[in-house]
């Protein structure tokens, strides 16, 4: 069996070279897989599942970008890889309705799952970052499905605004912030590793791809960190029959 795993690649309008590079990716590397995890952030921003009626009429060209990712996913689905899609810290709203056009299923953040023989916890990885007081508050109202019903209950040009005011706020906010607020904490990491009772993790979120090595009650373990995409550059975890999970740079 075959795994991949990818995360953030924050896909917008305004980056088409990303989106035309994760297209052609999913032709040539991830068809005939056995499965596909998609680690939170697969869009740069979403405002509810009901953008996909726009079409072409949502001049923002959100909507026909998702209808399109959706179809290729479907596609892949459809030859037998199982999707299973993540929340990110972007895209917290994306629904039942996508993961049904596209094929794929919901996965929980966190969620342990079994890989190359091993039981792995898999996450998106803001969860992680508890020195960023700020942030989590803003997780905590983000996540909370009251919150939610309430904002998809507005009309969708509100939400477009809404969705690029917090994109705003969120890059103000990180050009004012220490590098090591905003990377994992390394205690918090330990703690939920032990409460899974696992000895691998493998997350995104914080853009630092690499593989890490420490030690979660007393036995080695490893955290392995996805990277995001860029035009021309991208990032994936392989996980073939019992073997180790790869991190993987590649050219789009």
């Known amino acids: 069996m075959t795994t991949l795993l990818i995360s ?39 405002i509810g599942d009901d953008l996909l009626d726009l079409g072409d009429a949502d001049p923002t060209g959100n909507a026909a970008l ?10 892949l689905a459809d030859g037998g890889t199982e999707i299973r899609l993540m929340h990110g ?23 342990v799952v079994e890989l190359g023989g091993q039981r792995v916890l898999l996450m998106h990885g803001d969860s992680l970052c508890t020195r960023d007081e700020a942030y989590m508050a803003f997780r905590a109202q983000a996540r909370n499905p009251q919150w939610q019903q309430q904002i998809l209950a507005m009309p969708l040009q509100d939400r477009l605004a809404l969705a690029q005011s917090l994109r705003q706020q969120s890059g103000e906010a990180t050009s004012n912030k220490a590098d090591d607020i905003m990377d994992v904490t390394p205690e918090e990491v330990e703690k939920v590793m032990a409460e899974h009772g696992v000895t691998s993790l493998i997350h995104g979120h914080t853009h630092r791809p690499a593989v890490h090595r420490l030690e979660v009650d007393g036995q080695p373990a490893r955290r392995y960190v996805l990277g995001d995409w860029q035009p021309g550059q991208g990032w994936e975890i392989v996980v073939e029959d019992d073997g180790e999970p790869e991190l993987r740079e590649f050219s789009l």
Request: zero cysteines.
């Open 8 to 46: 953030d690649l924050h896909l917008h309008p305004g980056a088409p070279d990303v989106t035309e590079g994760f297209l052609r990716w999913l032709e040539a590397r991830a068809d005939g897989v056995d499965a596909l995890y998609v680690l939170g952030d697969f869009f740069e921003a979403w």
């Open 89 to 111: 810290n972007r895209d917290f709203l994306l629904g039942e309705r996508f993961a049904r056009d596209a094929g794929a299923s919901l996965l929980p953040d966190p969620a």
């Open 66 to 75: 998702a209808q399109r990712v959706a179809k290729a996913l479907r596609r």
